[in-house]
């Protein structure tokens, strides 16, 4: 017995998702097809809003909906918060990890991943040039960026972008503090799954 070229389609798709296997993707399709005509309608209209409504934030990459077509997002348009400092994390989900302690004040950067060992070309894809840029131009406009926190999770890869990160800032030769994530987070682990306690902890122990 094949499966239908649709299914399959669907199965390769969704397999992509981080998280998902073809094994869920297989469940996960066929649970979608004994749905009623709404909510499978309600799947993928909000897989099409998700993407179409939504932009990156001009300054983080933070993903936002825009509402007067403003170009940033709601973190870097408050001017509550202190935009001298950059946390800069792997992913969304980290921010959000971070954000929900409710401790940090400063803005982020999203750097869309992070540098292996092994794949080149992974480096080019990440958003480290438009953080330099954003710091660079900080300083031509008179607003400097005092701080970078690399906030970023204390694995192999985690601990290379930060190695180059740090480098690469350095260079710009600019007047600027780097700090890394304190002691809390264990080897290994990853900023998105610590507790806001070990966060917060790791966050006020930064150096
Ligand atoms: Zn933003």
Redesign the pocket.
């Known amino acids: 017995m094949e499966i239908s070229r649709p299914i399959k389609n669907f199965i390769t798709l969704f397999s992509k998702i981080p998280g998902i296997g073809p094994r869920q993707a297989t469940r996960i399709v066929f649970w979608l097809l004994h749905q009623p005509k709404d909510i499978q309608t309600e799947f993928s209209k909000t897989i099409e809003n998700a993407t179409t409504k939504i932009k990156l934030?001009?300054?983080?990459?933070?993903p936002?909906e825009p509402k007067n077509n403003e170009s940033?997002?709601?973190?870097?348009?408050n001017q509550q918060r202190e935009h001298s400092i950059i946390c800069v994390v792997e992913k969304e989900t980290d921010l959000l990890s971070i954000e929900k302690t409710n401790k940090y004040k400063g803005?982020?950067h999203i750097l869309g991943g992070l540098m292996s060992e092994i794949d080149e070309k992974k480096k080019q894809e990440l958003n480290i040039k438009p953080l330099l840029l954003r710091i660079k131009k900080s300083f031509q406009e008179k607003k400097p960026i005092k701080e970078i926190i690399l906030a970023l999770s204390p694995t192999s890869e985690g601990n290379l972008t930060t190695y180059y990160l740090e480098k690469a800032i350095k260079n710009l030769g600019l007047n600027i503090k780097i700090t890394k994530l304190g002691r809390g987070l264990p080897h290994g682990g990853e900023v998105e799954f610590a507790d806001s306690e070990t966060l917060i902890n790791a966050l006020e122990g930064r150096k």
């Open positions: 934030c001009a300054d983080c990459f933070f936002f940033l997002c709601e973190i870097c348009r803005v982020y």
